[in-house]
C-alpha cells in the first residue's frame, strides 16, 4: 500500500509510473521488529535528486512498514512519507530494537486485531473529544515519533503533545484497516482524519503505528497526517 497522498495499490501505482532520471536516496533511523518476526517498522530520511549524480532538491522522512515472507524474505506492505527542510546533518545513526516474546495470552489472531482496532477507535474518541494533544498525553510512547507535512519530525511523547496542543489539532478520525504481528505486540493502522477550523475543512489520512507489552496496553509509536489536496473551485 502506497500513500500518494491516499492509500493506493503499490504495485500497479509502480507498474503505471514511468522511468525517470531522479534518484530517491534514504536510510533507516529507527527499526521496530515484533518478537515474532512477521513485521517491522523502519523510519529516516530520504532525499529527492531530479538526476542521480546531482544535489538534492527535496527531503523528508518515510515510513515503511515491512512483512516477511513465507520464503523467508522482506516485502514493503505500506510506504508513506512527508516532506521538509533539509536535516540539519546528512547521515544518521542507526537505532534497531526488537520486542522480547512474551507469553501468550490464549487470543487468537483475529482477537488480537480486535484490539488493535478497539484502541485506534479510542484514540479516534478521546482525540474527538479531548483534542490530539489529549489523546496524545494518554496513549503515546516515550519515544513517540510525530510527522507531519512541511514541519521536522518531532521526537517525544511531550514534545509531540505540545506541538499537537499548538496545532489544536481537532476532529473526526476513522479507521479504514488494522494490521497485527502473530506476536501482537506490533501493529500498524489507517484511515482518514478531518479536521474543522470555522467554516474551513481539513481532510488527511493518517498512519498509525502501535506498540504493546504482556503487561501493558497499546501504544502509539508514530503518528502520521498526510494532507489531502483541496477540491479546486
Given at each position: 500500500m502506497l500513500f500518494r497522498p491516499g492509500p493506493v495499490n503499490g504495485p500497479k501505482a509502480i507498474t503505471a509510473t514511468s522511468v525517470s532520471p531522479a534518484l530517491l536516496a534514504w536510510m533507516p533511523e529507527r527499526v521496530v521488529l515484533s518478537s515474532s518476526n512477521d513485521l517491522a517498522l523502519s523510519v529516516g530520511p530520504w532525499a529527492w535528486h531530479e538526476i542521480a549524480n546531482k544535489p538534492a532538491v527535496a527531503w523528508g522522512t518515510y515510513v515503511s512498514m515491512w512483512k516477511r515472507m513465507s520464503d523467508g524474505s522482506w516485502k514493503v506492505a505500506l510506504d508513506a512519507g512527508v516532506s521538509h527542510a533539509r536535516p540539519a546533518v546528512d547521515s544518521v545513526d542507526v537505532f534497531a530494537s526488537k520486542f522480547a516474546p512474551v507469553p501468550s495470552s490464549g487470543r487468537g489472531p483475529l482477537a488480537r486485531r480486535q484490539?488493535?482496532?478497539?484502541?485506534?477507535?479510542?484514540?479516534?474518541?478521546?482525540?474527538?473529544?479531548?483534542?490530539?494533544?489529549?489523546?496524545?498525553?494518554?496513549?503515546?510512547?516515550?519515544?513517540?515519533?510525530?510527522?507531519?507535512?512541511?514541519?521536522?519530525?518531532?521526537?517525544?511523547?511531550?514534545?509531540?503533545?505540545?506541538?499537537?496542543?499548538?496545532?489544536?489539532?481537532?476532529?473526526?478520525?476513522?479507521?479504514?484497516?488494522?494490521?497485527?504481528?502473530?506476536?501482537?505486540?506490533?501493529?500498524?493502522?489507517?484511515?482518514?482524519?478531518?479536521?474543522?477550523?470555522?467554516?474551513?475543512?481539513?481532510?488527511?489520512?493518517?498512519?498509525?503505528?502501535?506498540?504493546?507489552?504482556?503487561?501493558?496496553?497499546?501504544?502509539?509509536?508514530?503518528?502520521?497526517?498526510?494532507?489531502?489536496?483541496?477540491?479546486?473551485k
Open positions: 484490539t488493535l482496532w478497539q484502541t485506534d477507535v479510542a484514540f479516534a474518541k478521546f482525540a474527538g473529544d479531548s483534542g490530539v494533544a489529549g489523546a496524545l498525553q494518554r496513549y503515546a510512547a516515550s519515544d513517540h515519533r510525530r510527522l507531519r507535512e512541511g514541519a521536522v519530525p518531532i521526537v517525544g511523547r511531550d514534545p509531540a503533545h505540545v506541538a499537537a496542543e499548538q496545532a489544536d489539532e481537532r476532529g473526526t478520525f476513522m479507521s479504514l484497516a488494522q494490521f497485527i504481528s502473530a506476536s501482537g505486540d506490533l501493529g500498524y493502522t489507517y484511515g482518514t482524519f478531518v479536521r474543522t477550523r470555522g467554516a474551513d475543512v481539513d481532510s488527511s489520512y493518517y498512519v498509525h503505528v502501535w506498540q504493546r507489552g504482556s503487561d501493558k496496553p497499546w501504544e502509539l509509536l508514530l503518528d502520521m497526517l498526510l494532507p489531502q489536496p483541496k477540491p479546486k
